[in-house]
């Protein structure tokens, strides 16, 4: 099976295309609940690109850090106030699971805690749960008070991916085997099993988070931006434009 493994990542296509984005644009990694970073990043763009430049969030804003109600809050405003029109921000699997536990709390929240879900509820100053279904659903109203029926609808609204000309943008990247457009949802989010394997043949790049990287990459269809940063403190972005791809993070990281 190795044998045959390797001969056909031999033999399969390389992927070529130049990036051709329909305009300049950045794209930002999984925030994880680290406002501090976030904030610092949006400085560090703002310095180098100034104001004008569109920003999609791939995903993943709560959850693992300690400040997930600090960065909805950032994202609400990026989007109404601050930078109206340049900001989109897409759905991660950490939204979905959150959302989830919206939904069907005795379900759902023994899994959604075990992956970061407990710092999410400390940030709203929501107490854990006893681990009961009817703890878990105590938790929950307490969670969708705190949390506000904007942010809310906010959640639900998120889309699951975003594209510029030949860049196409989702949390967890795309089924190499499917035309962008034919995505599952479920794939765009949480991601599918040949996405890093298996180089598109369509010519479409994709960029995405979700797989921790200790650098971010530009290789073969893929730019990875998430380079882990509720543990590393390295948030990062790439800037996309015709032909080049350059990152900016946190503290400094590899360029392309």
């Given at each position: 099976m190795a044998?045959?493994?390797?001969?056909?990542?031999?033999?399969?296509?390389?992927?070529?295309?130049?990036?051709?984005?329909?305009?300049?644009?950045?794209?930002?990694?999984?925030?994880?609940?680290?406002?501090d970073?976030l904030?610092d990043l949006?400085?560090?763009?703002?310095?180098?690109?100034g104001c004008?430049?569109?920003?999609?969030?791939?995903?993943?804003?709560?959850?693992?850090?300690?400040?997930?109600?600090?960065?909805?809050?950032?994202?609400?405003?990026l989007q109404?106030?601050?930078?109206?029109?340049?900001?989109?921000?897409?759905?991660?699997?950490?939204?979905?699971?959150l959302?989830?536990?919206?939904d069907?709390?005795?379900?759902?929240?023994?899994?959604?805690?075990?992956?970061g879900?407990?710092?999410?509820l400390?940030?709203?100053?929501?107490a854990?749960?006893d681990?009961s279904?009817?703890?878990?659903?105590?938790?929950r109203?307490?969670?969708?008070?705190?949390?506000?029926?904007?942010?809310?609808?906010?959640?639900?609204k998120?889309?699951?991916?975003?594209?510029?000309?030949?860049?196409?943008v989702s949390?967890?990247?795309?089924?190499?085997?499917?035309?962008?457009?034919?995505?599952?949802?479920d794939?765009?989010?949480?991601?599918?099993?040949?996405?890093?394997?298996?180089?598109?043949?369509?010519?479409?790049w994709?960029a995405?988070?979700?797989?921790?990287?200790?650098?971010?990459?530009?290789?073969?269809?893929?730019i990875?931006?998430?380079?882990?940063g509720?543990?590393?403190?390295?948030?990062t972005a790439a800037?996309?434009?015709?032909?080049?791809?350059?990152?900016?993070?946190?503290?400094?990281?590899?360029r392309?």
């Open positions: 044998a045959i493994s390797f001969l056909k990542n031999w033999f399969s296509p390389q992927f070529s295309a130049k990036l051709l984005p329909d305009y300049r644009f950045g794209v930002v990694g999984d925030v994880h609940g680290r406002a970073l904030v949006l400085e560090r763009l703002t310095e180098r690109e004008d430049l569109p920003l999609v969030f791939v995903g993943d804003y709560v959850d693992r850090g300690e400040e997930s109600a600090e960065v909805i809050k950032i994202m609400l405003d109404t106030e601050i930078w109206p029109g340049k900001v989109t921000c897409l759905k991660g699997n950490h939204e979905d699971m959302l989830a536990f919206l069907a709390p005795e379900k759902t929240g023994t899994a959604w805690l075990r992956n879900g407990k710092q999410t400390s940030s709203f100053g929501v854990l749960p681990g279904a009817e703890g878990f659903r105590i938790a109203t307490a969670l969708r008070d705190a949390l506000g029926f904007p942010a809310e609808i906010w959640l639900r998120l889309p699951s991916s975003y594209r510029s000309g030949n860049v196409f949390h967890a990247g795309a089924n190499p085997n499917k035309p962008v457009e034919n995505q599952s949802e794939h765009l989010v949480w991601g599918h099993r040949d996405f890093l394997q298996t180089p598109r043949t369509d010519g479409i994709v995405h988070g979700h797989h921790i990287h200790k650098e971010p990459i530009f290789d073969q269809g893929r990875a931006v998430d380079t882990g509720y543990a590393t403190n390295r948030l800037i996309i434009d015709h032909g080049t791809c350059s990152f900016i993070a946190t503290t400094d990281v590899a392309s």
